[in-house]
Each structure stands twice: as structure tokens, then as C-alpha cells.
């Protein structure tokens, strides 16, 4: 499975745009990017996924580069309940199985 | 979208008794689920994959005798710790593979165990 690479932690100003970077550059051509995020003693809550397009949606963007091998979640507009632990996880496909292994992520806090 | 519940929310056990977590795909129809463990301030750890009406796959290092699976039908699964003891408190957290979504993976509530 690719593993992926994403800062600790991170804050941002409630109202502007959160960017959090991950990469990935071990990734294979049929894997795809996939981002949850987890808020404090709650399952994960998936946000986007995605192969080699950009994708949108009511949650979130995702920007895949090019060569794949990193990708950037964007809030667009953060507020307050957007602090959680977002998960970078590149879906490997192992014993016949999609898995999701996941990795430390990234704390973001959003600020007032 | 897909929902994911988990029964009970919490449970609080003696020392060598079983308990039984349920997971159920409420929404959609999940030939897959998964289970995860996660310790405080750690992150999930993926215990064992579920298939419908077949034995679950589990990783590497976990206990297939101590962490037994049952997946029933495609909206069900179940996962008993059995004689749990202390060191098994944590968050219980299950997944569902729904194949509307380019099997997208949707997560339950979590079940936090807390073994006396």
C-alpha cells in the first residue's frame, strides 16, 4: 500500500480557506486518493475522493497533481466544527480487498 | 448518503466476560465491512475485513479467536470480544463498503469498550 506523508498539525482563521497538503509519492496508476476526517471520539467522516482529476464537492476540493504523487484538500470556507484530524489515505487493494490504512493525519485547528 | 450505526454507543464489562458490537449498513447493501481498533490519541488500526456469508480476513498480529466476526447478511455485521480483559478497552469503529460510491468506505459511530 502507498503510504502517504501529511504535516502534523496545522491551524486556520475561521472564514478563510483551509489547504492541507499529503503526499503520496509511492502511488500506483489504479489507487485512489481518499480524505476523512475524524472529529474528537467519532468515526470517520468521509469527505472526497479521487484518481487523477480534480473533484468537488459540498464539503470539499481535491487537488491531485499531475504526476499523482501529492494532492491538496481545500476547505474553502473553514469554521469551527472543521476541527478534526484529516486522513490522507491512499486506497491499496490487498487480499482480494479495498483497504484503508490509515496514518497519523493532520490536526487541523480552526481558529476564531 | 450512506449511513453506518453501531450498537451499543458504549459498553462497560467485568474482566472474562464476552461482548457483542454491532454494525449495520442502514441505507445500503454492504458485502464488505470492516472492523478497526483505535487506543487514545492513536490512530485507527484495521483489525479484519468482513464478507458477507464467508470467514473474515484479519491482519496481521490480531486474534481471530480472541475477535470473533460474524457477517450475516448484507446489512449486518457483528464483532464479539471474547473474555475480554482490560487491555482490550478501546474505540470499536466499523466501516461499510458501498459499491454506489465506488465502494467508498462509510464509518460507524464507534463503540468505546471499557473492560474492568
Known amino acids: 500500500d502507498a503510504k502517504t506523508t501529511q504535516p502534523t498539525s496545522m491551524d486556520c482563521a475561521e472564514g478563510r480557506a483551509a489547504n492541507l497538503p499529503c503526499n503520496h509519492s509511492t502511488i500506483s496508476g489504479n489507487e485512489y486518493v481518499y480524505w476523512y476526517r475524524q472529529i474528537h471520539s467519532q468515526g470517520p467522516q468521509y469527505i472526497i475522493h479521487?484518481?487523477?482529476n480534480n473533484e468537488t464537492n459540498e464539503m470539499a476540493s481535491l487537488i491531485i497533481t499531475e504526476d499523482r504523487k501529492s494532492s491538496t484538500l481545500i476547505l474553502p470556507h473553514a469554521t469551527l466544527r472543521d476541527t478534526a484530524v484529516y486522513y490522507c489515505?491512499?486506497?491499496?487493494?490487498?487480499?482480494?480487498?479495498?483497504?484503508?490504512?490509515f496514518g497519523a493525519g493532520t490536526r487541523l485547528a480552526v481558529h476564531p | 448518503g450512506a449511513v453506518v450505526s453501531q450498537h451499543p454507543s458504549w459498553v462497560i464489562c467485568k474482566s472474562g466476560t464476552s461482548v457483542k458490537i454491532e454494525c449495520r449498513s442502514l441505507?445500503?447493501?454492504?458485502?464488505?465491512m470492516f472492523w478497526y481498533r483505535q487506543f487514545p490519541k492513536q490512530s485507527l488500526m484495521l483489525m479484519a475485513t468482513s464478507n458477507e456469508g464467508s470467514k473474515a480476513t484479519y491482519e496481521q498480529g490480531v486474534e481471530k479467536d480472541k475477535f470473533l466476526i460474524n457477517h450475516a447478511s448484507l446489512t449486518l455485521s457483528t464483532l464479539t470480544v471474547t473474555s475480554a480483559h482490560p487491555e482490550d478497552s478501546s474505540f470499536y469503529i466499523c466501516?461499510?463498503?458501498?459499491?454506489?460510491?465506488?465502494?467508498?468506505?462509510?464509518f460507524g459511530p464507534g463503540t468505546r469498550l471499557l473492560v474492568l
Open positions: 489515505i491512499v486506497r491499496g487493494f490487498s487480499g482480494g480487498y479495498n483497504k484503508l490504512i
Open positions: 466501516s461499510a463498503e458501498d459499491r454506489r460510491f465506488g465502494e467508498t468506505q462509510y
Open positions: 479521487g484518481l487523477k
Open positions: 441505507d445500503f447493501q454492504a458485502t464488505t
